[in-house]
């Protein structure tokens, strides 16, 4: 069975080490209060307005994509290029090394 890619990044591969647990927080929060905001905000729109509806949720995606491309280009170089750490004993992608 092929493995998942090992380049995969996550929010705490993004932080700085002191503040892993912060970005780690700040992503979740992200989600969670997507999925909670968007329902609501698009049950309004579509009440007040249906044919708006995928419009908008069409320009909202393009502005996210457009801010993640321009947020990896604002990435330094050396934090980029970095490897992803792994566990010793399993081998998993992204999971933090033991500091011995």
């Known amino acids: 069975m092929p493995r998942a890619d090992h380049r995969r990044r996550t929010a705490a591969d993004q932080a700085p080490a002191h503040a892993q647990g912060r970005f780690q927080s700040l992503y979740g ?24 509806l995928r419009p908008v949720c069409a320009a909202v995606a393009c502005g996210a994509g457009v801010a993640v491309l321009a947020a990896r280009r604002a990435a330094p170089a050396s934090r980029a290029s970095t490897t992803p750490r792994t566990c010793p004993p399993t081998g998993l992608p992204g999971a933090a090394t033991p500091s011995a």
């Open 29 to 52: 929060g992200a989600s969670i209060s997507g999925q909670v905001l968007a329902p609501r905000r698009g049950g309004a729109l579509c009440v007040a307005s249906p044919a708006l």
